[in-house]
Nanobody, 118 residues
Framework: QVQLVESGGGLVQAGGSLRLSCAAS????????VGWYRQAPGKQRELVAT???????NYADSVKGRFTISRDNAKNTLYLQMNSLKPDDTAVYYC????????????WGQGTQVTVSS
């Protein structure tokens, strides 16, 4: 069973920075894709950023140029560096990992709250 444990959320003022971490229970490079999603109150969960096993990245337009996704294979950890934070970035952030076998195995962390004050 795969476990993903996020950390690093908190309260920050607009313009500030946070770094989220997601520790995986298996080598993170073995996932076909890893990423971050977020869900604000009353809204659907949305993609923030993804990183494939071949190191291709994809970002939501709303975070391009401000957020950076990366991984440390030695630590089995995924990161999301968030700079120039805005109140609209306030949400619960979830770590996601996908394995493409005969189907798509989708794993989620428990989420970490990010609150950006104006």
């Amino acid at each position: 069973q795969v476990q993903l444990v996020e950390s690093g959320g908190g309260l920050v003022q607009a313009g500030g920075s946070l770094r989220l971490s997601c520790a995986a229970s298996r080598p993170i490079f073995t996932f076909n894709s890893v990423g971050w999603y977020r869900q604000a109150p009353g809204k659907q969960r949305e993609l923030v950023a993804t990183l494939t096993s071949s190191s291709l990245t994809n970002y939501a337009d709303s975070v391009k140029g401000r957020f950076t996704i990366s991984r440390d294979n030695a630590k089995n950890t995924l990161y999301l560096q968030m700079n120039s934070l805005k109140p609209d970035d306030t949400a619960v952030y979830y770590c996601n990992a996908k394995l493409f076998t005969w189907s798509v195995e989708n794993y989620w962390g428990q989420g970490t709250q990010v609150t950006v004050s104006s």
